[in-house]
């Protein structure tokens, strides 16, 4: 079975400008969750879609917004980048029923410049 | 503010030694936690889980989970160059139901010396 899946694995932009990016979950997951990883403040969670209803938020601006669609894709999009969004962004998908496991993917390298 | 403290050590043992992690939250409605290893350059991985007060044990891993004092810790047995990575630990108020909305701690790095 394959991985979470995430496009692009790394990305440059500039200040203001906005991004967008893409999360596959595992066949069969209806969950996905998003988190951003920085050195200074770790693993922070963003938002966690199920069946394309964002069910959870974490504390992240209005700049940051996700969306997921019918085949549980999800896609995040950060608009107005700052230096401070320089981050790993990874995507993580749960098959809600069995509410142990969450497989993250490999993320999306963004560097702000 | 919900947090969860872990040491960033490193924290360095010798191969074939137990290796202590330790995770500290402040949610007292926490109500599910996880162990997760990240090697470098990687994304993070399950280890194991714990709901219950008490022990887990799994293959050389032991979580184990105080709520009274808002405790955690993984223990590794039989410590091997393999298992040197970044450990997060990481809570949820959730019950059962989805895993959604961790709150990680920042990790201990481990190293295992052959």
């Known amino acids: 079975k394959a991985g979470v899946t995430q496009t692009p694995r790394y990305l440059i932009k500039t200040r203001g400008q906005q991004v967008t990016l893409s999360c596959s979950p595992i066949?069969?997951?209806?969950?996905v969750s998003w988190y951003q990883q920085t050195p200074g403040q770790g693993l922070q969670f963003l938002f966690e879609?199920?069946?394309?209803?964002?069910?959870n938020k974490g504390n992240f601006p209005g700049r940051f917004s996700g969306r997921q669609f019918s085949n549980s894709r999800s896609e995040m999009n950060v608009s107005t980048l700052e230096l401070g969004d320089s981050a790993l962004y990874l995507c993580?998908?749960?098959?809600?029923?069995?509410?142990?496991?969450?497989?993250f993917g490999p993320g999306t390298r963004l560097t702000v410049l | 503010q919900k947090e969860v403290e872990q040491n960033s050590g490193p924290l360095s043992v010798p191969e074939g030694a137990i290796a202590s992690l330790n995770c500290t939250y402040s949610?007292?409605?926490?109500?599910?936690f996880f162990w997760y290893r990240q090697y470098s350059g990687k994304s993070p991985e399950l280890i194991m889980f714990?709901?219950?007060?008490g022990d887990k044990e799994d293959g050389r891993f032991t979580a184990q989970l105080n709520k009274a004092s808002q405790y955690v810790s993984l223990l590794i047995r039989d410590s091997q160059p393999s298992d040197s990575a970044t450990y997060l630990c990481?809570?949820?108020?959730?019950?059962?139901?989805?895993?959604?909305?961790?709150?990680f701690g920042k990790g201990t790095k481990l190293s295992v010396k052959p």
């Open positions: 066949s069969g997951h209806r969950s």
């Open positions: 714990i709901y219950s007060n």
């Open positions: 993580a998908s749960s098959f809600v029923a069995s509410e142990e496991t969450q497989y």
């Open positions: 949610d007292r409605g926490s109500q599910s």
């Open positions: 879609y199920f069946s394309e209803t964002q069910r």
């Open positions: 990481a809570v949820s108020e959730n019950y059962g139901g989805s895993q959604g909305n961790l709150i």
